[in-house]
């Protein structure tokens, strides 16, 4: 009796190789061209790392005309949830990251090297684990629990490595026709693989990001097929990414150490190792500390906490980008109107330390992507925000003409307003355009250095009754503001004033602040002569006597 009848006494049903060689061929693509993966498991959840990871492979499969695929790890069977798979497609989809292969939903897929969800490839992961065994690679295991536990124990207690090796691995030699006997017996076991390596001997090996590494062999018996039949992911790791001709590995560093045993399994089934790029986590600074973004003490660390917060999916893609390669900042500045997807990303440019994630740094990317937006646009978005969030806001939005006009202040202009940084800003930002809302606000009016009531209401009137014509053009009404200021005993000019500041009891925008609180109880808005064109002759004239009566 040799390995071959283990091997088929072990997987009968099990195909040979060759079928599924030749079933998913060699990819015809052009010259460069980088096929990558998104690999979570079915949680839902999908981290700011993911979101992360997804950016530069949807980003290198399109520079380099290459194909990003979505494979779904759900090997693991504790850890699903219900729609699982279909939260995580959504939340990217929130993004612009779609996929060209692999799941759309729990049960539906796309591409021609699938299945693309590891618990529906088990007899693919059988037909290489037989492989293995018909050579002599892979063994059946038969230690329980407790002996694993008693062995652990052992090396612990000697101070040794931990794990299943060398002289620890104990059915790693246990002749063929004892092994057929166990399983004839129905004695239950698992796969392992037969490492060759040796813990003394180094490898080296090059990871496009973190350049040349070594590490010593791997001499790990690891498990291959567990008790459920299911892979392991390094193995299935190797089957699939070979299967799926992957060019190109995109991972979290917490992978790198499994590098040995990769490489060595890879070879083992005879397939070429793809290039790995191991990824730094994303990082906060958190009180001078650098740290990993945390789920658990984070919310940030969820990707729907941006969606949530309506920070608008682009400007969270090109702070990623921006986190993730250096010299996208100076392109930026270079390129100010060109889309993200123009930028040339280059992996091997990325940080290896972990860049780190500032939520202040991206609401400022955020406040210029909004920036650029045309008010239909903003409109638009922030309806769609607020029909999820807040029901207030579609309220007021709701009157779409006049929204629009409130939402064009300081648009479309060569220095357009800069403070909008997320959806859930803008009813703070445009609330006192709306008549009833400014009315029934409890926001106070805090007019600032010229606090007198008297001479608020004697500044107010004067300028309802003298100046205030709402068909004024910016310049008229600018120069009428100065009359004011002149008539009422301040100073035309800030310059003016600040030669000889003793002289007057204040200046133009001094009187202009208070016309402003009057209109709209801010003391910072965008421009008050816009946002007076707007409001209308009816509505500052009922904010103007409010205040002075
Ligand atoms: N399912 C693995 C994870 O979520 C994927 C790692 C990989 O990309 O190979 O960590």
């Known amino acids: 009796?040799?390995?071959?009848?283990?091997?088929?006494?072990?997987?009968?049903?099990?195909?040979?190789?060759?079928?599924?060689?030749?079933?998913?061929?060699?990819?015809?693509?052009?010259?460069?061209?980088?096929?990558?993966?998104?690999?979570?498991?079915p949680t839902g959840y999908v981290h700011i790392g993911g979101l992360y990871q997804s950016i530069i492979g949807r980003t290198l499969a399109n520079q380099t005309k290459g194909v990003f695929i979505l494979?779904?790890?759900?090997?693991?069977?504790?850890?699903?949830?219900?729609?699982?798979?279909v939260q995580i497609v959504d939340a990217l989809k929130d993004f612009n990251i779609e996929f060209d292969e692999g799941?759309?939903?729990?049960?539906?897929?796309?591409?021609?090297?699938?299945?693309?969800?590891?618990?529906?490839?088990?007899?693919?992961?059988?037909?290489?684990?037989?492989?293995?065994?018909?050579?002599?690679?892979?063994?059946?295991?038969?230690?329980?629990?407790?002996?694993?536990?008693?062995?652990?124990?052992?090396?612990?207690?000697?101070?040794?490595?931990?794990?299943?090796?060398?002289?620890?691995?104990?059915?790693?030699?246990?002749?063929?026709?004892e092994a057929i006997k166990k399983i004839k017996n129905g004695e239950k076991y698992i796969i392992r693989f037969k490492s060759m390596g040796n813990e003394e001997r180094k490898i080296k090996h090059h990871d496009v990001i973190k350049g040349n590494i070594d590490f010593p062999e791997n001499d790990q018996d690891i498990v291959i097929i567990k008790g459920d039949g299911l892979p392991t992911y390094h193995f299935a790791h190797a089957v699939d990414d070979h299967l799926m001709r992957v060019t190109h590995v995109i991972r979290s560093d917490e992978w790198v150490s499994s590098i040995p045993l990769h490489l060595e399994l890879?070879?083992?089934?005879?397939?070429?190792?793809?290039?790995?790029?191991?990824?730094?986590?994303?990082?906060?600074?958190?009180?001078?500390?650098?740290?990993?973004?945390?789920?658990?003490?984070?919310?940030?660390?969820?990707?729907?906490?941006y969606h949530e917060q309506g920070i608008p999916s682009e400007a969270v893609n090109e702070y990623l980008l921006n986190i993730a390669n250096s010299n996208f900042e100076s392109w930026r500045r270079a390129n100010k109107d060109k889309d993200i997807s123009e930028f040339k990303f280059e992996i091997n440019k990325m940080s290896v330390s972990g860049a780190i994630f500032d939520l202040i740094k991206l609401l400022d990317v955020s406040k210029n992507v909004i920036s650029k937006y045309s008010k239909e646009k903003v409109y638009a978005d922030a309806l769609e925000w607020a029909k999820r969030y807040d029901e207030e806001l579609v309220e007021m939005l709701n009157n779409k003409e006049y929204s629009l006009k409130v939402l064009g202040i300081e648009r479309g202009n060569q220095k357009p307003r800069?403070?909008?940084?997320?959806?859930?800003?803008?009813?703070?930002?445009?609330?006192?355009?709306?008549?009833?809302?400014?009315?029934?606000?409890?926001?106070?009016?805090?007019?600032?250095?010229?606090?007198?009531?008297?001479?608020?209401?004697?500044?107010?009137?004067?300028?309802?009754?003298?100046?205030?014509?709402?068909?004024?053009?910016?310049?008229?009404?600018?120069d009428k503001m100065k009359d004011l200021s002149e008539e009422l005993g301040y100073a035309r000019e800030v310059k003016e004033y600040k030669q000889d500041p003793e002289k007057w009891p204040g200046h133009v925008g001094?009187?202009?602040?208070?016309?402003?609180?009057?209109?709209?109880?801010?003391?910072?808005?965008?421009?008050?002569?816009?946002?007076?064109?707007?409001?209308?002759?009816?509505?500052?004239?009922?904010?103007?006597?409010?205040?002075?009566?």
């Not at 071959?4 to 061209?33: H, M, Q, T, V």
Request: hydrophobic share 30%.
């Open 1 to 41: 009796m040799d390995y071959k009848d283990l091997a088929d006494l072990i997987f009968p049903e099990a195909k040979p190789i060759s079928y599924y060689e030749e079933k998913y061929p060699e990819r015809n693509l052009p010259e460069g061209a980088m096929v990558v993966r998104f690999a979570p498991s």
């Open 71 to 85: 494979r779904i790890e759900d090997t693991d069977q504790k850890r699903q949830i219900e729609n699982g798979v």
């Open 103 to 177: 799941m759309i939903n729990e049960t539906e897929e796309k591409g021609n090297y699938g299945p693309y969800k590891q618990s529906a490839r088990k007899d693919i992961y059988q037909a290489y684990a037989k492989y293995l065994l018909e050579q002599g690679k892979a063994y059946p295991c038969f230690a329980t629990p407790e002996e694993l536990e008693e062995m652990r124990a052992k090396q612990e207690a000697a101070k040794l490595r931990t794990g299943y090796y060398g002289v620890w691995a104990k059915y790693r030699n246990l002749p063929v026709e």
């Open 266 to 305: 890879f070879r083992a089934l005879g397939f070429k190792a793809p290039k790995y790029a191991h990824t730094a986590p994303i990082m906060k600074d958190d009180n001078g500390k650098k740290r990993k973004i945390s789920k658990r003490k984070d919310p940030e660390a969820a990707v729907s906490y």
């Open 418 to 478: 800069k403070d909008i940084a997320k959806w859930s800003d803008i009813k703070h930002c445009i609330i006192y355009m709306y008549e009833d809302k400014f009315f029934n606000s409890d926001e106070t009016y805090d007019f600032g250095k010229i606090s007198d009531k008297d001479e608020i209401k004697k500044i107010l009137k004067l300028y309802k009754e003298k100046y205030f014509n709402i068909e004024d053009d910016k310049q008229t009404w600018f």
């Open 510 to 549: 001094d009187i202009s602040t208070v016309l402003r609180v009057a209109l709209t109880k801010r003391q910072n808005t965008p421009d008050l002569y816009e946002i007076m064109q707007v409001l209308g002759k009816e509505s500052i004239e009922k904010r103007l006597e409010k205040e002075y009566k």
